[in-house]
């Protein structure tokens, strides 16, 4: 079966750089979240998109935005890279009507030098 | 706002022998429940999830949890442990209404020694 597809799988900026992570849902899904987890850390929210429009919005920092696409996948843009932005980044996707569960990509590492 | 609690930074079990990972969950109104499994520099993977019905819900690989209303608690359990069952175990929360992005607990690292 389709799962979510992310890209890169792994990246390296400088600070002060910026970074765009792409998302590719499980086909016929509508809702796509955005996760980060720091090293020893839980999954943190950042942002979701319903319908190709911002749904909720979690600890997202200013420096980073999203969009979902006409075709449903989704970028994060990052943008002033700190080194506390390195962190392994997480794309999920589900069915709005659905009973809940999120289907995870297998998540793109950023590295801050 | 919902969270997650996951007592344990760590479980030690041997193999072949009962593992117990805790969870307890604060949210409004009615929750649902879930237990993902994450492996070094891999994804979450949906384990079980708990929405309504029977509180023993089974799930995924021989794991189960029950859900505990009164005691606000959805404890992962499989009654016996492999040595690949060794991984990060995160339950997460979310509630019938409102933010439908789940909220995880910090986690705990299951250890089956053979």
């Known amino acids: 079966a389709a799962g979510v597809i992310q890209s890169p799988r792994h990246l390296i900026k400088e600070k002060r750089e910026t970074a765009t992570l792409k998302c590719y849902p499980i086909?016929?899904?509508?809702?796509v979240y955005w996760y980060q987890q720091g090293p020893g850390q839980d999954p943190q929210f950042l942002i979701s998109?319903?319908?190709?429009?911002?749904?909720d919005k979690g600890s997202i920092p200013d420096r980073f935005s999203a969009q979902q696409f006409s075709d449903y996948h989704s970028e994060l843009n990052m943008s002033s890279l700190e080194l506390g932005d390195s962190a392994l980044y997480f794309c999920?996707?589900?069915?709005?009507?659905?009973?809940?569960?999120?289907?995870f990509g297998e998540g793109s590492r950023l590295t801050v030098l | 706002a919902q969270s997650v609690a996951q007592p344990e930074d760590q479980v030690n079990v041997a193999e072949g022998n009962p593992l117990t990972v805790k969870c307890t969950y604060s949210?409004?109104?009615?929750?649902?429940l879930f237990w993902y499994v994450q492996y070094p520099n891999r994804g979450l993977q949906f384990l079980l999830k708990?929405?309504?019905?029977?509180?023993l819900v089974k799930g995924s690989y021989g794991f189960e949890a029950e859900f505990n209303k009164s005691q606000t608690s959805f404890h992962l359990k499989k009654p016996s442990a492999l040595v690949s069952d060794s991984a990060l175990y995160f339950c997460?929360?979310?509630?019938?209404?409102?933010?439908?992005?789940?909220?995880f607990g910090s986690g705990t690292r299951l250890q089956v020694q053979p």
């Open positions: 999920a996707s589900s069915l709005q009507g659905a009973t809940g569960e999120l289907f």
């Open positions: 997460a929360v979310r509630g019938y209404t409102g933010r439908r992005a789940l909220t």
């Open positions: 708990y929405i309504t019905g029977d509180n």
């Open positions: 998109f319903y319908e190709k429009m911002q749904s």
């Open positions: 086909p016929r899904h509508d809702t």
């Open positions: 949210v409004s109104g009615n929750p649902y």
